[in-house]
C-alpha cells in the first residue's frame, strides 16, 4: 500500500503559479503510476495530468496543456504538479492518486490511492 499527502494549495490570482506536491509513503512509489485530479462541488473528479512509473510517459487534460506540468521524483517518493497562467476555472480540489496498473492511465476508475485533497483558489 502506499499513503498520499498533498500540499501546496492556496489562494492566487489569475495568471500567478503554485506547485503541488505529492508525498507518498514507503519505498515503493516508483511501482505506480500516478495522477493529478481535481473536483469542485456537485461535479464529478476530473482528470488534469498523469505520469508513468519512470517519468517517461506523461498525459494532460486539453484544458491544462501548456500550462500545467506533471513531474515526479522517485528518489523522493514525491509528486508535482506545476501550475501556471492560473485562471479562475482552475479552482478546485486537487488530489493525487496511485495506480497499480500496468499502464498509465488518465481514468479516475483505475487509481487505488488517493490523498486527501488540496485547495486550489483562483481569483479573478
Known amino acids: 500500500q502506499v499513503q498520499l499527502v498533498e500540499s501546496g494549495g492556496g489562494l492566487v490570482q489569475a495568471g500567478g503559479s503554485l506547485r503541488l506536491s505529492c508525498a507518498a509513503s514507503?519505498?515503493?512509489?516508483?511501482?505506480?503510476?500516478m495522477g493529478w485530479f481535481r473536483q469542485t462541488p456537485g461535479k464529478e473528479r476530473e482528470f488534469v495530468a498523469a505520469i508513468s512509473r519512470s517519468g517517461g510517459t506523461t498525459y494532460y487534460a486539453d484544458s491544462v496543456k501548456g500550462r500545467f506540468t506533471i513531474s515526479r521524483d522517485n528518489a523522493k517518493n514525491t509528486a508535482y504538479l506545476q501550475m501556471n497562467s492560473l485562471k479562475p476555472e482552475d479552482t478546485a480540489v486537487y488530489y493525487c492518486g496511485g495506480s497499480s496498473g500496468f499502464d498509465v492511465t488518465i481514468s479516475v476508475h483505475l487509481y487505488n490511492y488517493w490523498g486527501q485533497g488540496t485547495q486550489v483558489t483562483v481569483s479573478s
Open positions: 514507503g519505498r515503493t512509489f516508483n511501482r505506480y503510476n
